[in-house]
């Protein structure tokens, strides 16, 4: 049964900084696509950064991007996601999710999911 299990959030003042992790068991394929995404109260869930895990390739969000890093860890079957200079709006339900497309963008539906960490960005 592949599962995700993501942590880390919680509530940080504005300018600050976050690591989220996504744990990924059950899950053997060699190519696929990982990626975070987030929703805020009453919005349409949207992308953040995704990784195509052959070749480490990463993509982000425009109002992310500078921001944000994604990086995995194999060995400990394990993406993270740092977060920093942290905004209000970046206020949301993060999830991390799998592709079996390794050639999926933030703009496709995801094959597996998390059951998210919560985000919360104020002073």
């Known amino acids: 049964q592949v599962q995700l299990v993501e942590s880390g959030g919680g509530l940080v003042q504005p300018g600050g900084t976050l690591r989220l992790s996504c744990e990924v068991s059950?899950?053997?394929?060699?190519?696929?696509?990982i990626g975070w995404f987030r929703q805020a109260p009453g919005m349409k869930r949207e992308g953040v950064s995704c990784?195509?895990?052959?070749?480490?390739?990463?993509y982000y969000e425009d109002s992310v991007k500078g921001r944000f890093t994604l990086s995995r860890d194999a060995a400990k079957n394990t993406v993270y996601l740092q977060m920093n200079s942290l905004k209000p709006e970046d206020t949301a339900v993060y999830s991390c999710?799998?592709?079996?497309?390794?050639?999926?963008?933030?703009?496709?539906?995801?094959?597996?999911w998390g059951q998210g960490t919560q985000v919360t960005v104020s002073a």
């Open positions: 999710a799998i592709s079996l497309d390794p050639l999926a963008t933030l703009y496709m539906n995801f094959d597996y």
């Open positions: 059950g899950f053997t394929a060699s190519d696929y696509t």
């Open positions: 990784m195509r895990v052959s070749d480490g390739r990463t």
